[in-house]
């Protein structure tokens, strides 16, 4: 018989029942490529849907940032969002968000307090200010915590762009906290999980790799000519674009300075540059920023901008490029760079973070070391001269990108959730304190029956 709090017997051979998903930040239904709305979204949804499609309910946390938010969405059949009001719904600085972070976790205990003692099997927190509320639920309700940083201060701070903003130090302790007290981490790729050691002194054994993916069902390979025209861009111009958010992160202006050293050194060339996304962050984020680069650099002309798009209208978009840049001075991964090539086209990428997992050097597109103008020139150069080169790339990046895709991503998760069940079971259970566990447990876990 199974207890309450998930602790006493052992789920090693199942599934959770059901996972409260954390997303402090940012509501997985929010539009990404703009604010703070980027891939960590598409995550979070994306592997909830496959998550509720293997039998597992999911039920995500998130602040409300508006008064129209129901307090609770259905985002896809098992997959629930809670919008729990923390603060103002407007107008709070991401830098502000740990002064809610109390309220917030007040939010999700009284939700789970509403239902019948074990009603979520385990805790995966996304972010370092969401693993804070998952650390506290997780004692609170002794399950496990499983922890997936996405971005992590001390990485990010060693590849600052011109103009950006350090991560305060108060950042790195409490993602050295959350590290700390998860019971699993999940990296995205073999050289985050090195970094969580490394940087935050992680247990190697307590990390999970698991790769994330894109829609393959939605990112297919399809009909160029098509995507421009409803795009309006013209079938004879050799299209470069970048997607994501405006940020000096994400680097837009390493390409456009590119771009224009490119024309400069060509002026025959057709190149058109197309900047898909919205301002997030400080730095590039005043609206007009971009497009005054491009007007100083003598490229306005050259130079498309679109806001942020949905999927559907993003298909269209990787269809319609002859290439799709990732310039960023770090990522964890881009899932830009897989979406573009599962579309069928290839990608020129910063060598940084995930992105040399996430692009196939000289198989699916380029990877470029550094930032300098003159090699990104060069190397866009390279491609763009090159039709038969740029077509076998493109060839090969949809075959490159059926490695990744969000079933797998959820089956690792699973994977991962099972190890933290089993060591939360076995061995590395939780703090002492655990208010709701009791004496009766507590003397239980002395007796050697559940640590
Ligand atoms: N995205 C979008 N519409 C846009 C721009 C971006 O839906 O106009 C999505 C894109 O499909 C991708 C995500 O935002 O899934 C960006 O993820 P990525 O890992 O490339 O960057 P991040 O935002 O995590 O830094």
């Known amino acids: 018989m199974r207890e309450h709090y998930g602790v006493v017997t052992p789920m090693h051979n199942s599934r959770p029942r059901r996972v409260a998903v954390l997303s402090v930040h940012t509501s997985p239904l929010a539009q990404p490529g703009t604010g703070d709305a980027g891939g960590m979204n598409v995550y979070v949804l994306q592997s909830a849907i496959q998550m509720a499609r293997r039998g597992v309910e999911v039920e995500i946390f998130t602040r409300a940032t508006s008064s129209a938010d129901a307090p609770v969405q259905e985002a896809a059949p098992g997959v629930l969002v809670r919008n729990v009001v923390a603060g103002p719904f407007e107008g709070l600085?991401?830098?502000?968000?740990?002064?809610?972070?109390?309220?917030?976790?007040?939010?999700?205990?009284?939700?789970?307090?509403?239902?019948?003692?074990g009603y979520y099997n385990l805790v995966h927190s996304h972010y370092w200010l969401s693993g804070q509320v998952g650390w506290l639920a997780r004692d609170r309700w002794g399950v496990p915590?499983?922890?997936?940083?996405?971005?992590?201060?001390?990485?990010?701070?060693?590849?600052?762009?011109?103009?950006?903003?350090?991560?305060?130090?108060?950042?790195q302790i409490g993602e050295q906290q959350v590290v700390a007290e998860s019971d699993r981490l999940v990296a995205n790729t073999t050289e985050e999980?090195?970094?969580?050691?490394?940087?935050?002194?992680?247990?190697?054994?307590?990390?999970?790799?698991?790769?994330?993916?894109?829609?393959?069902?939605r990112y297919r390979p399809?009909?160029?000519?098509?995507?421009?025209?409803?795009?309006?861009?013209?079938?004879?111009?050799?299209?470069?674009?970048?997607?994501?958010?405006?940020q000096p992160l994400k680097a837009p202006d390493v390409l456009?300075?590119?771009?224009?050293?490119?024309?400069?050194?060509?002026?025959?060339?057709?190149?058109?540059?197309?900047?898909?996304?919205?301002?997030?962050?400080?730095?590039l984020a005043r609206p007009d920023a971009l497009i005054e680069l491009a007007s100083s650099l003598g490229i306005a002309a050259r130079v498309t901008f679109l806001p942020p798009q949905a999927p559907d209208r993003l298909v269209d978009v990787y269809r319609a490029s002859d290439l799709v840049a990732v310039p960023s001075y770090s990522e964890s991964f881009g899932l830009v760079a897989i979406e573009a090539q599962a579309c069928g086209?290839?990608?020129?990428?910063?060598?940084?973070?995930?992105?040399?997992?996430?692009?196939?050097?000289?198989?699916?597109?380029?990877?470029?070391?550094?930032?300098?103008?003159?090699?990104?020139?060069?190397?866009l150069q390279s491609l763009v001269s090159e039709p038969g080169r740029l077509a076998a790339l493109a060839a090969e990046a949809p075959r490159h990108a059926e490695n990744f895709s969000w079933e797998h991503t959820a089956d690792g998760l699973l994977?991962?959730?099972?190890?933290?069940?089993?060591?939360?079971?076995?061995?590395?259970?939780?703090?002492?304190?655990?208010?709701?566990?009791?004496?009766?447990?507590?003397?239980?876990?002395?007796?050697?029956?559940?640590?």
């Not at 090195?194 to 393959?216: E, M, S």
Request: charged share 25%.
């Open 256 to 283: 456009l300075r590119a771009a224009a050293e490119l024309i400069a050194r060509d002026p025959e060339s057709t190149l058109r540059v197309l900047v898909v996304g919205g301002p997030s962050g400080s730095g």
């Open 222 to 246: 399809g009909d160029r000519a098509a995507a421009r025209a409803k795009l309006g861009l013209d079938p004879r111009e050799t299209v470069v674009t970048f997607v994501g958010r405006i």
């Open 415 to 451: 994977e991962s959730y099972r190890m933290a069940t089993v060591n939360y079971n076995y061995g590395h259970g939780p703090s002492e304190f655990s208010p709701r566990r009791g004496r009766g447990l507590w003397k239980l876990r002395r007796a050697g029956g559940v640590r």
């Open 345 to 379: 086209t290839p990608v020129i990428a910063a060598n940084v973070g995930g992105l040399g997992v996430a692009v196939r050097n000289g198989e699916t597109g380029l990877l470029v070391d550094g930032h300098r103008t003159e090699d990104w020139a060069t190397a």
């Open 145 to 171: 915590l499983v922890h997936t940083a996405h971005t992590l201060a001390a990485v990010k701070n060693l590849s600052l762009a011109d103009g950006d903003t350090p991560e305060p130090a108060a950042r």
């Open 93 to 117: 600085d991401k830098q502000d968000l740990p002064t809610q972070l109390c309220a917030f976790v007040a939010g999700v205990l009284r939700e789970e307090a509403r239902h019948e003692p």
């Open 193 to 217: 999980s090195d970094q969580l050691v490394r940087h935050y002194g992680a247990d190697p054994n307590r990390i999970d790799v698991v790769a994330p993916g894109a829609d393959l069902t």
